[in-house]
Nanobody, 122 residues
């Protein structure tokens, strides 16, 4: 009932930038925390950045100072601006949103996007 549509992934050179977008749609009652996770080959999925409805943010140490998460609540959209990209940033990036549906407006669940590949070349 809630779908997350991601865009913006691709191939960039070391030091380049990408901007990821993720929009939630469906029978949404509310969207609360949103965030980005990534998973590189052979590694666990890890939190990259998260943002609350009030704008409080949290970043992984590895991306602090390089990535910026933001959101537009009226559009249920979250962004991840990635600057100074490194080869170690190569991963599949997943959007996550916590929210509720119109059918169960006070029952929050986590919803995940399909993932988008970010590849940083040497």
């Amino acid at each position: 009932q809630v779908q997350l549509v991601e865009s913006g992934g691709g191939l960039v050179q070391t030091g380049g930038s990408l901007r990821l977008s993720c929009a939630a749609s469906g029978r949404i009652f509310s969207i609360n925390d949103m965030g980005w996770y990534r998973q590189a080959p052979g590694k666990q999925r890890e939190l990259v950045a998260a943002i609350t409805t009030g704008g409080h943010t949290n970043y992984a140490d590895s991306v602090k100072g390089r990535f910026t998460i933001s959101r537009e609540n009226v559009k249920n959209t979250v962004y991840l601006q990635m600057n100074s990209l490194k080869a170690e940033d190569t991963a599949v990036y997943y959007c996550k949103a916590r929210g509720s549906t119109a059918a169960r407006p006070f029952e929050n669940r986590d919803y995940w996007g399909q993932g988008t590949q970010v590849t940083v070349s040497s």
